[in-house]
């Protein structure tokens, strides 16, 4: 896969620093790079709405936080297989945004949300 630490420097960000701007700024990069912005069905794409809209929600913007969340959902399934080979469990995490999307709706406030990683022995480097 290209751009492989590009996407452990993300993992890293947003479970460490979470950084979710940040997160945006390198998955951009990759995405760019690796499509020259001709497509959306993208697993950078997917994983930067997922920062995006954690943002936003952190912020208090649930409007904006939903509409970026169901966004992240429209090629998820697409691009699953790409998210399982850096490590995210990708049915995990497709549950998780669900979940969030009804909490948002019920204004919820923000609460810390994690990528579900396998374990590092498992990772294909």
Not at 12 to 34: G, M, P, S
Not at 45 to 52: F, G, T
Not at 58 to 72: L, Y
Request: net charge neutral; with cysteine; charged share 30%.
């Amino acid at each position: 896969m290209k751009n492989r630490e590009k996407y452990f420097e993300f993992i890293d960000t947003f479970q460490n620093q979470r950084d979710f701007f940040k997160c945006h700024e390198i998955l951009e990069e990759i995405w760019i790079e690796e499509t020259k912005c001709e497509t959306r069905k993208h697993l950078s794409i997917n994983l930067l709405l997922i920062s995006v809209g954690l943002y936003h929600w952190r912020n208090k913007n649930f409007k904006g936080a939903i509409q970026v969340f169901e966004n992240s959902l429209n090629n998820y399934d697409e691009v699953s297989m790409e998210m399982e080979s850096i490590g995210i469990d990708s049915k995990l995490l497709k549950k998780i945004v669900l979940d969030i999307v009804d909490n948002l709706k019920n204004k919820q406030d923000y609460r810390e949300v994690f990528l579900p990683i396998y374990q590092q022995k498992n990772l294909k480097k």
